[in-house]
């Protein structure tokens, strides 16, 4: 939710009214820590230092898991070089 821009009040109103929870301003800052932490650690190429322009996209893929049809989303984080060539920063 705060990746889709909702504010860190407007998350905790929401847990507050649709699951009785009461989360401290504090527990957003640690889950948002932890969290970057892991994205950190998946860089797994370390990143050139110039990255003329980077492109993010996300694609929508269904996918049959047993008997019902899933809806997924595949992130993509891309780059091109200031030779033209491209990168693959990232997929999720």
């Not at 990746?3 to 860190?8: D, E, H, K, P």
């Amino acid at each position: 939710m705060y990746a889709r821009g909702m504010t860190v009040r407007k998350i905790q109103g929401l847990l507050l009214g649709q699951y009785a929870t009461q989360v401290s301003l504090d527990f957003f800052s640690s889950v948002t820590d932890g969290v970057m932490a892991e994205i950190t650690a998946r860089w797994s190429p370390p990143l050139k230092p110039i990255h003329s322009v980077v492109f993010f996209d996300a694609l929508r893929v269904k996918i049959c898991e047993d008997t019902d049809v899933r809806h997924k989303v595949i992130y993509l984080a891309l780059s091109m070089l200031p030779d033209g060539s491209c990168d693959i920063l990232g997929q999720s």
